[in-house]
């Protein structure tokens, strides 16, 4: 390599701040990301934990831009990651999130009728019971209670056990290897070894499945896809193992710290006593405003392209976390403040384009009833503590870790 490429390389080390940086808030992107969306160029280098270099993408119209491109590519895209524990664990499996079209589409069409709009409501009859039995729970113990591991994880964890037909009994084994993955300082070795603890156990599940099927979407999945010779044992067991630990702790965490976000806004509160309807823009708002997935979202430029007022080479990584593009002023106005009577038409908090969360429908139901049926039962809920004494979540999710309140 030319003397003068190996010099332009290091002095691009040394000019790209560390990422992911600090935060002042912590439902808000770090200083940085603002300093770059309005500067000439939004799009700007940073380093990732092992000195790799990569493009944050700050605007909205960047963001989409790149979710939603063909010239973009989640093939080796693990590269990128903002985690050693994340990178690891991603060279562990193969995953249907981690192809382009036409693979992905492949394997994505044999599970978007699992999770259309019509085929997730059948399931609020049984959401509804999981949330009054949580909040029964909470209700008889004692005040004041930790509603995040009392009431939000546990309603999440137990909805996807019943879709999925996973014993409830396994869910504090496996979402602790499932937070491992997630953590952004976790030791790489310890994340391979929670996706290859993770995989047995769906292995197992899918044979326990085989032999004595349910009414439940492993069983289905496993006649309609294995038996079938659709897919082979290892392919459904990624896919099993990619369900079970993205479903629970993203929407535990959007309900917890989404409790927290409307007890820090009692007239917004107080509207959603008032008028049950506003639960639904209220969610899309928390979504929006959230935006709990920070750094995760990674691709590959496939070809050389202009974005942002850079030229971004082919084989470069880029980060387009929905962070970044929901709180973009350009898209939403005043976007820091948190309103749930804006207009939240177009936030990605799901994704964009084809890799989008096939279980967005799932989600927002969970919240909708969760947030309903806690407004309802819990008219005197507030917070137990001084704000200032809540501790977020170390990991990809940014969420708060325990929320004390009383009622």
Not at 94 to 106: C, G, K, V
Not at 286 to 299: E, G, K, T
């Amino acid at each position: 390599m030319p003397e003068s490429t190996v010099d332009a390389m290091q002095e691009s080390r040394v000019d790209a701040p560390p990422f992911p940086a600090a935060r002042i808030h912590p439902f808000d992107p770090p200083p940085l990301v603002a300093e770059l969306r309005e500067s000439a160029c939004p799009v700007g280098r940073v380093s990732l934990y092992d000195g790799t270099l990569a493009w944050l993408v700050t605007r909205y119209d960047d963001v989409r831009t790149v979710l939603g491109d063909d010239r973009f590519s989640s093939v080796g895209a693990w590269r990128f990651q903002s985690s050693a524990s994340r990178a690891a664990a991603e060279r562990a499996e193969t995953s249907f999130t981690a192809m382009d079209p036409p693979q992905h589409t492949h394997y994505r069409r044999m599970l978007t009728r699992h999770f259309t709009v019509r085929r997730v409501e059948e399931l609020r009859a049984a959401i509804e019971a999981i949330v009054d039995a949580a909040l029964d729970d909470l209700l008889a113990g004692p005040r004041p209670a930790d509603v995040v591991s009392r009431l939000a994880l546990p309603i999440a964890s137990r909805t996807m056990c019943h879709l999925l037909g996973v014993p409830y009994a396994d869910h504090q084994w496996y979402e602790e290897r499932a937070k491992v993955r997630s953590l952004l300082d976790a030791d790489p070795a310890e994340a391979d070894r929670a996706t290859k603890d993770l995989l047995d156990y769906v292995e197992r599940l899918i044979e326990n499945k085989r032999r004595s099927p349910d009414d439940d979407l492993i069983s289905r999945l496993v006649a309609e896809l294995l038996e079938t010779n659709r897919l082979s044992r290892a392919e459904l067991t990624a896919i099993i193992r990619l369900l079970l630990t993205a479903g629970h702790e993203t929407t535990g965490t959007m309900i917890g710290t989404g409790l927290l976000v409307l007890l820090q806004h009692p007239d917004q509160l107080d509207a959603l006593r008032r008028d049950p309807e506003l639960i639904a823009p209220a969610v899309e708002e928390l979504l929006r405003y959230l935006s709990i997935l920070h750094s995760s979202i990674v691709r590959v430029a496939k070809v050389d392209v202009e974005l942002g007022g850079q030229r971004i080479r082919a084989g470069d990584g880029l980060i387009a976390a929905p962070a970044q593009a929901n709180k973009d002023p350009r898209k939403f106005p005043d976007p820091d403040r948190f309103d749930i009577r804006r207009d939240t038409a177009g936030h990605v908090a799901f994704g964009f384009g084809v890799h989008q969360c096939i279980g967005q429908a799932i989600a927002r139901l969970e919240m909708r009833i969760a947030f309903a049926r806690i407004l309802d039962r819990m008219p005197n809920l507030r917070l137990a503590c001084d704000p200032t004494e809540l501790t977020y979540e170390s990991s990809n999710l940014i969420g708060v870790h325990a929320l004390p309140v009383t009622w």
